[in-house]
């Protein structure tokens, strides 16, 4: 039978029933005693791994498919922040060898989706020529309503923002980012080995299809090249690069194409005066032109010449009221 035990919470007295010693084995056979194998492999404890939020995602899989197959297979207790959270830290929670294979699991998933994650940045030479600016502007103006009709205006490159890419770059936080602009600025004294002590300048013209097949362009460049034909352009670009590359900052395999992109194919936005839908975003991705016409127009155009005079570190998608992309790190050349 159970015995009447007072136990005193606060100013309050509680009556709890307990049962005798005595009376242990009169609910039933005694159950042999459990191993506690966990004690055995050592104290449970809890870590934190910091992985970038874009890359939660991947951890989570969908419907929590992949962060529950994480648990199971490891035994561990496996914490990812929720989607409005802006902590890249993910807890890991169990014994040591549960926490190991967990970080490992997790480190695995990292980067077999890293090429999955969007750019954040790139490596920038601008062409901040105001004069450059313009007459792109005008032949943009002119290839609309000559020859591109069926064309969104979004598809010509701002002329404020007209650069040369050097590489792409995707940094995940703000210490990356630094990282990123300190091993820039390291480049310095290999860079004027480089290209000297001269003002670098480039002619910006000869327009070209990125695409094999002209008749069927999504991206119009412009080729820029050495004003003074010493090659010094090339060099200065293919030496970052390569200085980036061997840092681990770059991770695309596209050979290097010095050029300034003045146009990207995106169709005009169809939509009916009672609201109908805009063109699909898969259609707007596969959208291409005609530019050979253009071309044969243009062939002999020259946008001048411009000083090219900072590297940059630069943001993709954001821009000044000019329309020059902000950066978070510059190199003056």
Excluded: W
């Amino acid at each position: 039978m159970n015995n009447p035990n007072i136990v005193v919470v606060g100013s309050r007295r509680y009556r709890v029933r307990t049962m005798l010693a005595g009376n242990a084995d009169s609910s039933g056979p005694k159950s042999p005693p459990q191993s506690n194998s966990k004690a055995k492999q050592g104290k449970s404890d809890r870590i934190t791994i910091d992985v970038p939020r874009q890359l939660h995602k991947y951890i989570v899989g969908a419907r929590g498919s992949t962060l529950e197959r994480l648990r199971q297979q490891t035994h561990a207790k496996i914490t990812v922040p929720n989607e409005r959270s802006k902590s890249n830290l993910i807890e890991i929670e169990g014994m040591a060898d549960e926490r190991k294979s967990a970080q490992e699991m997790i480190n695995q998933l990292v980067a077999d989706n890293m090429a999955n994650v969007p750019y954040t940045h790139f490596i920038s030479l601008p062409l901040a020529d105001l004069d450059v600016q313009r007459k792109v502007g005008e032949f943009q103006r002119e290839a609309h309503q000559r020859f591109l009709q069926n064309v969104d205006c979004t598809s010509f490159v701002q002329p404020g923002s007209l650069h040369i890419t050097i590489g792409m770059l995707r940094l995940l936080s703000p210490a990356e980012v630094a990282k990123a602009v300190e091993f820039l600025k390291s480049l310095e004294s290999g860079i004027r080995q480089v290209i000297g002590t001269r003002p670098l300048v480039a002619t910006i013209g000869q327009l070209a299809a990125m695409e094999s097949d002209p008749a069927q362009s999504r991206i119009i460049y412009a080729k820029a090249e050495d004003f003074d034909k010493d090659r010094r352009l090339e060099q200065l670009c293919r030496y970052v690069r390569s200085k980036f590359d061997e840092g681990g900052y770059i991770d695309e395999k596209r050979e290097l194409k010095i050029h300034a992109t003045v146009f990207r194919a995106k169709p005009a936005r169809d939509s009916d005066p009672h609201g109908g839908q805009e063109t699909s975003g898969k259609a707007r991705s596969g959208f291409s032109v005609n530019a050979v016409p253009l071309l044969k127009e243009f062939k002999t155009l020259s946008f001048g010449v411009c000083r090219i005079g900072q590297i940059q570190i630069a943001r993709r998608f954001r821009h000044n009221e000019n329309g020059a992309y902000l950066h978070d790190g510059v190199l003056e050349l």
